[in-house]
């Protein structure tokens, strides 16, 4: 019965929304949105991070890390994750429709 | 409708025969969509029941809140110091309901573990697979001798948005040039560390610009605070002596308020103010301690990847109310756990394993409405708990460039606009 129920559950659970499921987000991408909005049409908030290419956004969150790129907080947040991480979010990102 | 009398007829025989939450429930659930309850419609609740029903559409989500109107605290410091109305703080739950998630407006006053429910003031049962808690704070009035609900009413809080916000905001218009507002401040944890700052900041803005004659004194229950740099760099240059800051060790910690006199008593010495700002020693929302998942602190231990209560399984507990490592409460904080906890439930229903996750918090204040300031963070699940990692983080720099101040205001006002957007737009 157990084991009846997890198929049942696994079967539409996970359903990916989008292309990239949210459920599969990679370490640190869902913070992103506090400020990067997921969602269209908000006043003031900074760009989206969907569809971007994934070479930009790796490009600059090195750059924030190395403090080659001017910031006021991205500098900070770049510090806390590593090449493959940042890869990962990258990507994820890169897959979703803008 | 059938099916579901069944299942409750199973539960309710469960339960009387004194059965605890056991695998011989999940038969009696095997062939329904998974339940899921949230307690509190804040950033963490309304964040994470809107984050899991776009991840997991069919699993039932009812999210149980006490207002149909939504007041959100960060920015309600730009309300009392006039810069702002109320109702660009408030929200409905209209856009939480068109992603599927089933509202119930009214209060959960009991949480059965054991059975797995919840009760509404109405007496209505909720039945869960897993309930999420995410009341926010509440006061622990018995802290401060003297400070009630009625206390409240002559010296605020405004540490809930909404009335109490109003209320200071018309006692400072009210009050003549040359008056004193006293702000009393608690000891970590409490809600938004910055916040207080910030509202000593913007009351300044106000006296400064309508009461020049006026200062504001602030009595502070710890030696140092969040950005206490950049925070008195700003005093300094912005308002000159009229800011007073008294830290514990000089007295700055009150140990109990007289609301007739409208003082307050340290160790030294009693303040009198003509605006008394009270902000009192807070603890989970009161459902999480009645819901027995609070621990010696007044705050709700979790796990670091499922957000799981490490006191009752099966009950998840996020935002304010939970102790997170040294993450800061935030609204960004409890929207950042919302988005985590979401994707674990989901791995969990599908008996899966939830991802090691990484959290951001990233805290906006302003000391004048062009002067931003931040504090950011990464964390991360080290062992049973949270911890930043090193090398990251950290505040703006003490020497930024004015431009640099005013960036950051704007940024704080997209900050909002996105967590009230994602959470309630
Ligand atoms: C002055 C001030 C300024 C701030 N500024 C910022 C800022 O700039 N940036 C930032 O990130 N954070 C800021 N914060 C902090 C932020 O407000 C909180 O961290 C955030 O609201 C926490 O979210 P939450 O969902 O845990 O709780 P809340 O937002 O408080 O939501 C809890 C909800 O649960 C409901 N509830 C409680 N108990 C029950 C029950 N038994 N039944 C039904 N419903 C219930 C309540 O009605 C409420 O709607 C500020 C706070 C203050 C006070």
Redesign the interface.
């Known amino acids: ?2 084991r ?3 198929l ?3 079967s ?4 990916a ?1 989008g292309g990239a ?8 991408a ?10 269209p ?6 760009p989206s991070l969907k569809g971007r290419k994934a070479s930009e956004v790796t490009e600059a969150m090195l750059a924030f890390r190395q403090d080659r790129k001017p910031a ?2 991205m500098n ?6 590593s090449d493959a ?1 940042i890869a990962a979010i990258a990507d994820w990102f890169a897959e979703q429709q803008p | 409708m059938t099916v579901r009398l069944t299942r409750r007829s199973v539960l309710a025989g469960a339960l009387a025969s004194g059965a605890m939450a056991s695998p011989v429930c999940a038969p009696a659930i095997a062939q329904n969509a998974p339940r899921v309850v949230v307690i509190g419609g804040g950033f963490a609740g309304a964040g994470f029941a809107r984050a899991l029903k776009h991840i997991a559409n069919n699993v039932n989500v009812t999210l149980v809140e006490t207002h149909r109107t939504f007041t959100a605290c960060p920015f309600s410091n730009h309300v009392i110091a006039g810069l702002r109305d109320l109702s660009a703080q408030q929200f409905t739950y209209e856009k939480v309901a068109a992603d599927g998630v089933t509202m119930a407006f009214e209060p959960a006053i009991a949480v059965d573990a054991g059975s797995r429910t919840v009760t509404l003031r109405s007496g209505t049962p909720l039945m869960y697979d897993r309930l999420v808690i995410a009341p926010g704070i509440s006061f622990n009035w018995s802290a401060l001798p003297g400070y009630d609900e009625a206390a409240a009413k002559i010296m605020p809080h405004a540490w809930h948005a909404g009335e109490q916000t109003e209320l200071l905001r018309r006692q400072l218009e009210a009050m003549e040039d040359g008056g004193t507002v006293l702000m009393s401040v608690p000891d970590n944890p409490m809600r938004c560390p910055p916040g207080a700052y910030e509202r000593a900041s913007l009351i300044a803005w106000y006296l400064k610009a309508k009461k020049p004659r006026s200062k504001i004194i602030v009595l502070d229950a710890k030696d140092q605070f969040s950005m206490q740099r950049l925070f008195q760099n700003a005093w300094k240059a912005l308002y000159p002596g009229q800011i007073e800051w008294v830290g514990l060790s000089n007295g700055g910690k009150i140990n109990s308020v007289d609301p007739k006199t409208r003082s307050l008593a340290g160790d030294f010495e009693t303040y009198k103010g003509t605006v008394v700002n009270v902000i009192p020693p807070q603890r989970a929302g009161t459902i999480a301690q009645v819901a027995g998942v609070t621990d010696r602190t007044g705050w709700c231990p979790v796990d670091p990847i499922t957000f799981e209560s490490k006191i009752a399984p099966n009950v998840h507990v996020l935002g304010d109310a939970t102790l997170v490592g040294t993450m800061p409460k935030s609204a960004f904080g409890a929207f950042s756990q919302a988005q985590i906890c979401a994707a674990a439930i989901a791995k969990l229903f599908a008996n899966a394993t939830p991802d090691r996750p990484k959290l951001i918090n990233t805290c906006y204040s302003v000391a004048a409405p062009d002067y931003g300031m931040s504090v950011a963070g990464v964390y991360q699940p080290v062992g049973n708990d949270y911890l930043e990692v090193e090398g990251a983080g950290g505040n703006s720099p003490v020497d930024a460039p004015q431009a640099t101040r005013a960036l950051e205001a704007k940024y704080a006002h997209g900050l909002f606009n996105t967590l009230t957007g994602e959470t309630f737009g």
Do not use: N
């Not at chain 1, 499921?21 to 640190?28: E, H, I, K, M, T």
């Not at chain 1, 869902?30 to 969602?39: E, L």
């Open positions: 019965m157990v009846s129920r997890a049942f559950i696994v539409f659970v996970l359903a929304v499921s949210a459920a599969d987000a990679p370490r640190g869902s913070s992103c949105i506090g400020c990067h909005a997921a969602r049409g908000i006043e003031d908030a900074l006021t907080v900070r947040i770049a510090k806390g994750f991480e």
